[in-house]
């Protein structure tokens, strides 16, 4: 799985690209989809080109084709209360060759407000109700945004020349730490 579209920043909108190359055949009633973890927030789908998290997926191999669907989701895709569909894409036609690669495009992606690592697994069955396999899985990183919030802890009350101990913390406007350009603090 190859990601294209980096750096990522906190809280903005991305459109990323997904590539996955096959290591097995998919025959023609396989399924593929790309995930977020319900808890960032975001979910995918496949309906609306125009709104966020849209996901769409190609081919370039002439014969086969991938069309979308919905489809109920089970296990940590399906949410807290497990009714959750995801977004999938069935294989049709001559089906998919070890060595063919899926390309995922997700438009207006709204990244979530924490930086750190973020995933987009791609899952994949290999035909009609087969059982899912996960690709390898490599993360991406959400960096934070620019500075935005200066926050002084120090004790509150404070005799003339007492020594103390003084925070000083720099962050996003989501409370991430900034550690790239900080301004002097004089």
Same mark, same amino acid.
């Given at each position: ?11 903005? %909108? ?10 097995? =055949? ?17 979910? !995918? ?34 949410? %807290?209360?497990?009714?959750?569909? !995801? ?8 089906? !998919?060759?070890?060595? =063919? ?9 709204? !990244? ?47 005799? %003339? ?24 603090? =004089?």
């Amino acid at each position: 799985v190859r990601y294209r579209n980096e750096p990522l920043v906190a809280g903005s %909108r991305q459109n990323i690209e997904v590539s996955f190359q096959l290591g097995t =055949d998919i025959e023609a009633g396989g399924r593929l989809f790309a995930a977020t973890h319900w808890m960032d927030g975001n979910l !995918l789908q496949n309906l609306d080109a125009r709104a966020e998290n849209y996901v769409d997926a190609r081919v370039a191999r002439q014969g086969t084709g991938l069309s979308p669907i919905q489809a109920p989701a089970s296990g940590v895709f399906a949410g %807290r209360l497990g009714s959750r569909v !995801l977004p999938m894409f069935e294989v049709s036609g001559a089906g !998919l060759l070890a060595g =063919d690669t899926v390309t995922f495009q997700v438009r207006n992606l709204v !990244l979530p407000g924490r930086a750190g690592d973020f995933f987009l697994p791609v899952y994949f069955s290999t035909g009609f109700n087969q059982p899912f396999f996960t690709a390898p899985l490599t993360s991406l990183t959400v960096r934070a945004d620019g500075l935005s919030q200066i926050e002084v802890t120090a004790p509150s009350r404070l005799g %003339r020349g007492e020594i103390a101990n003084i925070t000083v913390t720099l962050a996003d406007k989501f409370g991430n730490p900034v550690g790239q350009q900080l301004p002097t603090l =004089d």
